[in-house]
């Protein structure tokens, strides 16, 4: 069977949102061409599979509405606004990304662009907001609180390592779990991680983030290095699911499984797991490197965020209180 996709022009870009064709109706797909299979995995490769999978998604809940391709701009406008009481305004968004692409591909007029659709978004964003519910940061004292709830199972062992890796390298989940034994570079001061590939660098330029021997007892190099020599893990994945008899699988951990970890691990040391994610190691060490002085050019530098402007979204309200300019005259 031939391989059919679906195509978009963005910008000068050519991308693939969906390559199964999967939510679309079968009288419609004569009009996507049959493609070799080179050009099918340059074009699946195009976007992430995290991010085919969301469009995948959007797409057959548009059609579960009982709305198809095309769509009026009118049918459309009432779509979104079926949907302000149940998602947030990203999920809207993107939702919309979908179907505008979806449309293009096909060869139609893309029916968000109508003057109806805009105005109906800028309703939703008004109504709504726009802000993001933000994940706590778990900060440096925070964390050395949840480390020393800890004990020395297996488990423990390889949580404590993974808990302060990902705050030491302030990772994504996808990252953290992503790093194999040849990702390990051991130097002098500390250990440098090479980052393959990330979020904002899907082409896979890579990134060094140095760890450093810590000054505490709570050394994200030696917790590391001691999770590796008890696992016995010599390549492969560094972080690997464990049953719950002690027995470390070959497979490595999921990022969802990362969020699991630092809710558990919260929750044991007396914290609320439910405003923390996987993300709050990322935002834990921005805003504890900023209120101990740290430049915003080398957090930066530790995050790969590409501007300061970036970086303030990920250094928490907790550093309001330094040097706060009401502080200085009251």
């Not at 662009?113 to 900060?139: F, H």
């Not at 390990?184 to 896979?204: F, M, N, W």
């Not at 805003?287 to 930066?300: F, L």
């Amino acid at each position: 069977m031939e391989k059919q996709i679906i195509v978009v022009g963005a910008s000068t870009e050519r991308c693939a949102i969906n390559c199964k064709s999967n939510g679309l109706p079968d009288q419609q797909l004569h009009l996507v061409e049959p493609i070799s299979e080179p050009l099918h995995r340059l074009l699946t490769s195009s976007l992430s599979a995290s991010t085919q999978r969301a469009y995948a998604a959007d797409l057959n809940h548009f059609r579960a509405s009982g709305r198809d391709i095309p769509c009026p701009p009118h049918a459309l406008a009432e779509y979104l606004a079926e949907l302000v009481a149940t998602h947030a305004v990203a999920t809207i968004q993107r939702r919309l990304a979908a179907i505008a692409k979806a449309h293009r591909a096909l060869g139609h007029d893309d029916p968000c662009r109508a003057e109806i659709v805009r105005a109906t978004m800028s309703g939703i964003k008004r109504t709504k907001g726009m802000a993001q519910r933000e994940a706590q940061a778990l900060q440096r004292d925070s964390l050395f609180a949840v480390l020393e709830r800890m004990g020395e199972r297996p488990i423990d062992i390889r949580d404590r390592a993974l808990l302060l890796i990902g705050f030491a390298g302030a990772f994504r989940r996808s990252e953290l779990v992503g790093f194999d034994c040849g990702d390990v570079e051991h130097v002098g001061r500390g250990i440098v991680l090479h980052l393959r590939r990330s979020k904002t660098d899907q082409t896979g330029q890579g990134r060094k983030i140095a760890i450093p021997y810590g000054r505490t007892r709570w050394c994200p190099v030696r917790h590391l290095t001691d999770w590796l020599a008890h696992a016995g893990i010599e390549q492969g994945p560094l972080f690997r699911s464990i049953d719950r008899h002690g027995h470390i699988a070959q497979d490595r951990l999921s990022g969802d499984a990362v969020a699991v970890i630092v809710k558990r691990r919260v929750e044991a040391a007396g914290f609320d797991p439910a405003i923390f994610s996987g993300h709050s190691l990322r935002a834990g060490l921005a805003t504890s490197a900023a209120m101990a002085g740290a430049s915003s050019w080398k957090i930066r530098q530790q995050t790969g965020h590409r501007s300061d402007a970036i970086l303030a979204r990920y250094i928490r309200s907790a550093d309001m209180f330094v040097d706060n300019a009401a502080g200085a005259v009251l």
